[in-house]
Each structure stands twice: as C-alpha cells, then as structure tokens.
C-alpha cells in the first residue's frame, strides 16, 4: 500500500543535542510538509517542498530546518532542541497544494 | 492570516446518537479537510471537502464555500469514534482548526 512512513515514532534527545527526523513516502507526491504537534494543541505547519523548493512559514524558528535529498524522503533537524520543543512532529504528503494532504503516524519527541 | 474556528470545543454523547461538528473559516479556500486523530496520535483522512457533501458510511460532510463553514455529521455513533476531530484549510498555507474533542460513552 501507498504511505507515509516516519521514523523512528519515539525519539528521546538531550537538551541541544541535534537531532533529525525522518520521512519517507511511496505515494510520489511533489509536496511534503512537516507540522508540529504540542500536546492539546492543532498541529503547526512548520514548512513544506514543492519538489526541491522549500518554503518555510514565517514564524518557524530558525533551530529547525530541512532537507529533501529525492522525492521519496524528507528530514527535519533540529539543531539545539530545547524543552519547549517537545511535540508530536507530523509528516504529511500531496500531490500538489491544493489537493489532499495524506499524514504519517508521527515521531514524538522528547528532550530530556 | 486565515482564522478557523472548530465548535464545540468539547463533545460528550452516549453510543448511539448523532452530532454534528462545525468550523468555520475567515477568507475563501483552496481545499479544505476533516481528519480524525486517533489515540496514537495518527491524523486519519476522513473527507476532502472543498464544496459539496459527501458521505462515508455513518460519516458525512458539507462545505458551503460561499457562507465560509463546513459541517461533519456523525450517526449512531460508536465509541471507536472518540478521539478529536480537526479540520484544515489550504489559502497559501495549510492552517488546522483547534479541533473537537469527541467523546463517545457506552
């Protein structure tokens, strides 16, 4: 089946330890988004590729950032984590960004 | 940017009953999506309504663009359908709902 997969789904991290995420879908789509999910809270759009064209939101702070080596993956590091950057990190794909977004399972991460 | 207002914010029913989940959003948009998240955490597709109504077996959703809301119905609802719902809009950026927080008695 077509999917969205994230790994690892727990990752634990010390207080500005670098750490990357991973996504990676068999759905060939041309749009990946990674969002962030703070407990009770909707999820956040951090930034998206449109094929290799990053476009980050405004309000992303600068400790994330990206990188999507083909089309079947996508990172996200975060250079210095803090505790306040402890969250639910969601990875989702579209064939273009007017259509459907399809979302995988989720990486949580906490930072000790 | 665009607003998107979820209500209620909190729902409590008894197996069995219909609800209807509403949100409304500021400006006109691309797309617009209801999702599920279950207790892992996972965002389900539920509909991808940008007009219309469609329907889903006991679900059904309607977007009136124009009056700027959707609404999603829930009959005879089960306790497997606890969980939150959100939906999500597309102008330029994606922008979530606060969401509802369904929670289905037995």
């Known amino acids: 089946d077509a999917m969205v997969i994230q790994n690892p789904r727990y990752q634990v991290t010390q207080f500005g330890k670098p750490v990357t995420l991973s996504c990676s879908q068999t759905?060939?789509?041309?749009?990946m988004y990674w969002y962030q999910q703070k407990s009770s809270q909707a999820p956040k759009l951090l930034f998206h590729y449109y094929d290799k064209d990053f476009n980050n939101e405004a309000d992303t702070p600068d400790n994330f950032q990206s990188r999507r080596p083909n089309t079947s993956f996508c990172f996200l590091d975060i250079r210095s984590p803090g505790l306040g950057d402890a969250a639910m990190y969601l990875c989702?794909?579209?064939?273009?960004?007017?259509?459907?977004?399809?979302f995988g399972p989720g990486t949580r991460l906490t930072v000790l | 940017g665009i607003q998107v207002e979820q209500s209620p914010p909190d729902l409590i029913l008894q197996e069995g009953a219909n609800s209807t989940l509403r949100c409304n959003f500021s400006?006109?948009?691309?797309?617009l999506q209801w999702f599920h998240q279950n207790p892992w955490g996972q965002l389900i597709n539920l509909f991808y309504i940008p007009s219309g109504t469609k329907q889903n077996g006991r679900l059904s959703a309607t977007t009136v663009a124009t009056e700027r809301y959707s609404l999603l119905y829930i009959s005879s609802s089960q306790t497997t359908d606890s969980g939150v719902y959100f939906c999500a809009v597309e102008r330029g950026k994606s922008t979530f709902g606060d969401g509802t927080t369904l929670t289905v008695k037995p």
């Open positions: 400006d006109s948009v691309n797309n």
């Open positions: 989702a794909t579209s064939r273009d960004v007017v259509f459907e977004q399809f």
């Open positions: 759905l060939n789509h041309n749009v």
